[in-house]
C-alpha cells in the first residue's frame, strides 16, 4: 500500500480574467483547435499565463511532493522532496484532447501527450528498502524520464460563482511510460561515497523494476499537482467565455 504526501503548490491565481486576446478561440469539439491552443500555452513555459491563471512552469516549482510506500513487496520507500523545480513541461506536445464539450457537469475528458523530459530537481530525505538494498539519505536529488507518453482522465463538475458557470476537476488519473530513467540521490548513507555510489548505479541499472512498483503512487502525485493547475485555469474565467459559437 502506498500513501501520498500532501502537495503544495505555488501558483498564480487572477480574479476576473478574460481569455487571453492573443490565444484562439475555439467551437465546442473542435479538437484540432483544442491541440494547437493547448500546444501554443506550452511553448510559454518560460513566462507561463498570467491571464489563465497558469504559473510559470518551466520549471514549475512545487513545494512538496512524496510517496510513502509500505507493505511487503520489493519496495518499501518514504521518498519526501522539497523545494522542487519540475523540468520538461514546455516540451509537451498534445497528440489529443477529446470530450471537451458544452456539457461541463460530469463530462469525460481524454488528454494524450508525449513530454521528451520529465525532470525533478530538489531536496529529498529517504528511508526504506529498494529491492534488495536498505536506502537512508537526504541532500539533493534528481529523477528524471526520458520520452514519455502521457494519458490523462478527467471528470468534471460544474460550480456556480456570480451567477455563471465554472468547469472544475473532480476526480483525474495520469499514467505514463517512459523509455529510461536516470536517478541521482546525493549524500546517502551519511555521505559514505561508495555506498551511494553502488546504490545509484543499482537503482539506475534496474529502474524499470523500480519504477514499476512506485508508478501507481508516482502517478497519484502528478495527477494531484495537474488538477490544481487545470482547476486554477478553469475556476478564473466562465466556461462559455472560452469559446465561440
Not at 56 to 84: A, R, S, T, W, Y
Not at 121 to 145: F, R, S
Not at 211 to 231: D, H
Request: proline share 3%.
Amino acid at each position: 500500500m502506498f500513501r501520498i504526501l500532501l502537495i503544495m503548490m505555488i501558483a498564480c491565481t487572477v480574479q476576473s480574467a478574460k481569455f487571453p486576446t492573443d490565444l484562439e478561440k475555439c467551437k465546442y469539439d473542435d479538437e484540432k483547435c483544442y491541440i494547437n491552443v493547448a500546444n501554443t500555452i506550452m511553448k510559454r513555459g518560460s513566462k507561463g499565463y498570467a491571464e489563465l491563471g497558469l504559473p510559470v512552469f518551466e520549471p514549475l516549482f512545487v513545494n512538496k511532493i512524496g510517496i510513502d510506500q509500505g507493505g511487503d513487496g520489493p519496495v518499501v520507500l518514504k521518498l519526501h522532496m522539497k523545494d522542487v523545480n519540475i523540468h520538461g513541461f514546455s516540451g509537451v506536445k498534445f497528440k489529443a484532447i477529446k470530450g471537451l464539450g458544452k456539457n461541463i457537469d460530469k463530462a469525460k475528458i481524454d488528454l494524450k501527450y508525449t513530454q521528451p523530459i520529465f525532470q525533478m530537481i530538489g531536496k529529498y530525505t529517504t528511508e526504506g528498502k529498494v529491492l534488495v538494498l536498505p536506502v537512508q539519505g537526504d541532500g539533493n536529488c534528481n529523477i528524471t524520464l526520458v520520452n514519455n507518453d502521457c494519458h490523462v482522465k478527467l471528470l468534471t463538475k460544474k460550480i456556480e460563482k456570480n451567477g455563471k458557470s465554472y468547469m472544475q476537476i473532480d476526480k483525474i488519473k495520469f499514467n505514463f511510460d517512459t523509455t529510461d530513467a536516470k536517478i541521482v540521490f546525493e549524500n546517502l548513507f551519511n555521505g559514505n561515497k561508495e555506498l551511494s555510489d553502488t546504490f545509484n548505479l543499482f537503482i539506475n541499472d534496474n529502474w524499470r523494476d523500480i519504477l514499476k512498483e512506485i508508478k501507481p503512487a508516482m502517478s497519484e502525485s502528478i495527477a494531484a499537482v495537474y488538477k490544481q493547475i487545470i482547476n486554477n485555469i478553469f475556476g478564473n474565467i466562465p466556461y462559455d467565455e472560452l469559446f465561440t459559437e
